[in-house]
């Protein structure tokens, strides 16, 4: 375990993870449209040597526009805008696997991995929720597992088109005027319930042969899913416990799909609100509270659980929530939250207070100490392999964690020092992908 | 008319328009996959002061893929890469109405007119042939004139989500905590033959409230399309009568649309072979014809005209074609061809050499003092309002267009000597389009 590395990811979200953020003095609000804003953002996290950059997405209007900040950037745009202007940082968009088109989407990450010379990672994402369809011909959202039956027949016929140039299809030859070998070029010919694709994809390989494969869905059909597929897991725990958890669950199922347990890593999210002292840093967190407001954190919260609780008095305590198999949203983010508000006995009015740093995900009030030791404690007892660092106020909180809570994960020996590799595969330590046609016999096109 | 300028694009493909580019010593064939190569293509057109960069697409394989470069970029994904490396040019991405969704389509324009500070383009395809259907879902192409129809509602949704929140929608009071003014954000409700699209955006208004919307068919369906929706239509034609013709044609229609002749822009395209004389021009000239590979050039016409001429004696006349009604392809290329053939007696060899440099767009090979002569004989004679430059190699033909022949459009007072805007509309002379919900009531979402 002594060469065991932590891995972190810088979740970028317009201008702090706090729903509060762009009411913050520290916070210029109008950075959430700016793309100079985001480089900025992406170059500081290269400089503490993150993996990678990571963008959330939704495919409609989220919440309460009047209390939120808006959205303005589609995450590959975005990237692509951030891969010009960093040269080693991975870069990792979000995108849905319910309402476009494997061949589209394989060419837009495609596209990003040559860009970017090698840093693309895909979080796939199923999109929950009758808003999302209703801006895609449907009424309302799938049902949950035809999500998931979706995503992974979607996921094969990605990998197949990523796959359908070998590495060494170019020739190139200005002399017999040979640019390609027509024999390593492959027809997918994916006939299934969902797509039916000619191929080959309209791209050469790109440098990672695909992007790196991520996954954030936390319920058993996600982490079915996660166990056959992903190479890295973004997930919300609340406690250590918890956590281990899922993690020996999560780990465990790799084995019985014969990978390896380093295959996939386990990333949960952090909100760290940090201050040089801990009345400092208790002392942001309270400030950024304070400026929730009650309407449209409740909003957010039934997007968040697909549970109504518009209306419900502030400083009661929840109402008996429905069985999770009633649930056709995010099941697991469920499931956190209910249990939070039992296990601690919470009015609503508390509960928002406890989910409006990170949408479920952990919040740590603390001195860059104090987070570095939480770090290590979950990466060293198995409940981590590094972290989804969420700052609570962009870019001071990010500023914040590169400038003071990264220097003692490195004098630690937890964290790299320096970029080793250039692919975000690299930083992972993850091996290009084999082209599954390799195996097979030459077809021409 | 003294102060009617041109304008003019430069279409970027690969390593040069002339289909042996790859081949010819003075191309680097390994930029294809380079983003390095295109960002060097639009600083030197930005040099130029052209309008914008463009550049084509299909969502397929094409042609003949052992003698032909290869294709490598998504182009919106490209484009942005363009756009952090320069501050003025337009960035014009050809993107097809067939296999995508308006909601993701008017996400990725919306997000490049954001990065680039207003200076997107669609040039909107609706996409021939069978092998991009067969990458979607389909055996075969939809018919030519339900292509069409499907084009019209994609645009209309894609026009009513970018107009979803008014240019004032933001309040961004830190105080109140008012973000956005959710009566300034308008629900779009589509139900059309191909869509329903429930809306909003999820995205503020961009600085062009919508890119620049460019076509490029010139059948009868497409000039119909064009006279209603176009801002700029990118043509082939090889003579100045068809030239003139066409262009009158188009600004006719203009006025029974109730819109002012200098609101769409006629850009045919030009492929420049410049040579300090006119002896060492069409040196090039043949040295580039000389590098044509006959079996490749017969699979690209098959697909340019969707007739199969595979096996045709080479120095035999074309076989009789079918009628265009009969085409489901480009019916205009495929008149123009046929036309071309006809008109030259040209045997098949012959005609490949003609179709070579430009696909069917006019091949000039020339001096700088012949190549300004031309552009300003079309410009002034009513048969162009500027062209869409696809220079034979690149980067040295787009260098060598900027720095001998932009000099001389310029000294003749025909063309810019710096940017007077800052948006590809400004470029054009076109103002921001009004919103279509400002004159609507406000809806509250």
Redo the contacts between chains.
């Keep these: 375990m002594a060469n065991r590395q932590l891995h972190l990811n810088a979740f970028l979200m317009g201008v702090g993870h706090h729903e509060s953020a762009?009411?913050?003095?520290a916070t210029d609000?109008?950075g959430v449209?700016d793309?100079r804003h985001f480089?900025r953002l992406a170059a500081i996290a290269e400089r503490g040597t993150f993996d990678s950059v990571f963008l959330a997405d939704?495919?409609?209007?989220?919440g309460d526009?009047?209390?939120?900040?808006?959205?303005?950037?589609?995450p590959?745009?975005?990237l692509?805008?951030l891969?010009?202007?960093t040269s080693h940082i991975g870069l990792i968009a979000t995108a849905s696997t319910g309402?476009?088109?494997p061949?589209?989407l394989a060419?837009?990450f495609?596209?990003?991995d040559?860009?970017s010379g090698g840093r693309a990672g895909w979080n796939i994402v199923t999109s929950a929720g009758d808003?999302a369809a209703?801006?895609?011909?449907?009424a309302k959202a799938s049902e949950h597992v035809d999500r998931y039956r979706r995503a992974a027949e979607f996921l094969e016929v990605t990998t197949g088109l990523w796959d359908s140039w070998d590495d060494d299809a170019?020739v190139?030859d200005?002399n017999s005027?040979?640019?390609?070998?027509?024999g390593k070029?492959h027809e997918v010919n994916h006939r299934g319930l969902h797509?039916?694709?000619?191929?080959?994809?309209?791209?050469?390989r790109s440098p990672q042969g695909r992007p790196l494969l991520v996954q954030a869905g936390s319920s058993e059909d996600g982490k079915a899913f996660a166990a056959r597929h992903a190479e890295a897991v973004f997930t919300a725990q609340q406690t250590f416990a918890d956590g281990r958890s899922f993690y020996l669950d999560l780990k465990g199922r790799l084995a019985r799909q014969g990978r390896s347990v380093d295959s996939l890593k386990v990333l949960p999210g952090l909100v760290p609100v940090l201050g040089s002292t801990e009345a400092e840093a208790r002392k942001l967190a309270a400030e950024l509270d304070d400026?929730i407001?009650p309407v449209?954190a409740v909003a957010q919260l039934t997007e968040l659980i697909g549970v109504d609780l518009t209306g419900h008095p502030l400083d009661e305590r929840l109402p008996s929530l429905p069985p999770v198999a009633a649930i056709n949203g995010a099941k697991s983010r469920f499931e956190l939250v209910r249990d939070l508000a039992e296990r601690e006995k919470l009015t609503l009015r508390q509960l928002l207070g406890r989910l409006g740093g990170g949408r479920g995900h952990q919040v740590l009030a603390g001195t860059p100490e104090q987070v570095a030791d939480h770090i290590e404690a979950w990466f060293a007892g198995g409940a981590a392999d590094g972290f989804n660092v969420m700052p609570p106020l962009l870019p001071s909180g990010l500023e914040d964690f590169v400038d003071h809570v990264v220097p003692l994960l490195r004098k630690r020996g937890l964290f790299r020092t320096e970029y080793t590799g250039t692919t975000l595969r690299d930083h992972y330590g993850l091996p290009k992908p084999v082209n599954g046609f390799a195996r097979a016999e030459p077809s021409v096109?």
Tied chains: 1, 2.
């Excluded at 005027?177 to 027509?182: I, L, Y």
């Design positions: 762009w009411r913050h003095p609000p109008f449209a793309v480089q939704g495919v409609q209007v989220m526009i009047r209390h939120s900040a808006a959205h303005v950037f589609e590959i745009t975005l692509t805008a891969a010009t202007v309402f476009s088109e061949y589209n060419r837009w495609s596209s990003l040559h860009i808003r209703q801006n895609f011909n449907a170019l190139v200005k005027g040979v640019f390609t070998d027509p070029v797509f039916e694709v000619r191929g080959p994809l309209n791209s050469i400026l407001i449209r096109v």
